[in-house]
């Protein structure tokens, strides 16, 4: 991501720098293993192979109206009163047009050999059942729709690293795949620390407050495309925690947690992932976040699986993982690295007081082309993530004025 800065605070690591690093290592890590599924369940699996098509699209010229099949020749002009010599619905295969006839067709239809345009039925009067009066002088190819004019037998429809979309999954099938070669998914393993955690459902202690990340990260990494194994929440303690890792460990390719990464004596991940495998603790120049660790856990079978610790607090992780966590899951799916989409748009608010480090705003936009501001920018406050549709990418120590022009990502972009 383009850093509009490149000086971070001393001891900082910028956001850019930090996203390479992961890539770097995601790209070394990237999944290879493919399956077969049903096309109608490919909904966001990335395509491990070419889909090639077998045949035309369509199949057959084919009519775009309801209406009348004729030869150019037969209607010189408006008025030309012609026998029906056929009818011919969709999926029936007509007959040569005899000539001086017109063939009745439906939308769909294959036009029958000899005819050279359709003549809609709204420019057509039926003179008896027998014969149709054609009003109009008809051009020549009008109203059909040319055998292969969407795709050519040989063509490519979609390359290997496609996440599928609905109209992929809608194009596969249009030239016949009922199954497609995709990455298996990236399994996840996801755990949330803090003895004041409670799930919901149960009675909050004195202390508590419920386990929300566990919830926005699951969202987020279904959005993502994973197979999340949830090992629910791990106490504070040394030794639950290096418990934890090492289950988490077996059988996937990242471990993802909130909390526990600040450098408090209640945070064990450290520690506990000194012991269980090694980890880099970064404090990142943005803000929400900042504190993300970054390592690989042991397996039993002396494998490694990735980890990212994020910041317990619930915008913190959110916006860590949009802008680095999805990336880092694109990488293991093969994708290319890739700026988010961005746009410049007005800035309907001031934020006259900007931080040292480089700070995603929540905002929305609003009816008149332009980004409000949720009003509550803290760290805790779970509600602008719902409220917002973007995040303002704010350099460093930049104050914004409203009418200032200011880079939005939008939220779909930054997941998608
Ligand atoms: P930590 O990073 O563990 O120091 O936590 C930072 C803040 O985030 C604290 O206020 C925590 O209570 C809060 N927090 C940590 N984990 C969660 C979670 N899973 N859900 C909601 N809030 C959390
Ligand atoms: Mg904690």
Redesign the pocket.
Known sequence: MADPTSSSPPGLLSLDEALQRLLAVGAQCVIRQTEDVPTLQAWGRVLAEDVRSGLDVPPADNSSMDGYAVRLADVPAAGAVLPVSQRIPAGVVGDPLTAGTAARIFTGAQIPPGADAVVMQEQCTSVDPQSVRVDVVPAAGQWIRRRGEDIAAGATVLARGTVLTAQAMGLAASVGRATVQVLRRPRVALF???D??AMPGEPLKPGG?Y????FTLTGLLQASGCEVKDLGIVPDRLEATRQALRAAAEGVDLILT?????V?EE?HLKPAMRLEGRLDLWQVAMKPGKPLAFGAVRRGDGSEALFVGM????VSSFVTYLLTVAPLLRALQGQPAREPTAYALRADFDWPRPDRRREFLRVRLNGQGGLDLFPNQSS?VLTSTVWADGLVDVPPLQPIARGDMVRFLPLNGLLG
């Open positions: 949330s620390t803090g004041e955690l407050i386990n929300s990340n566990r909130s909390g526990g990464v600040s408090g945070d910041p317990g607090n619930p805790g």
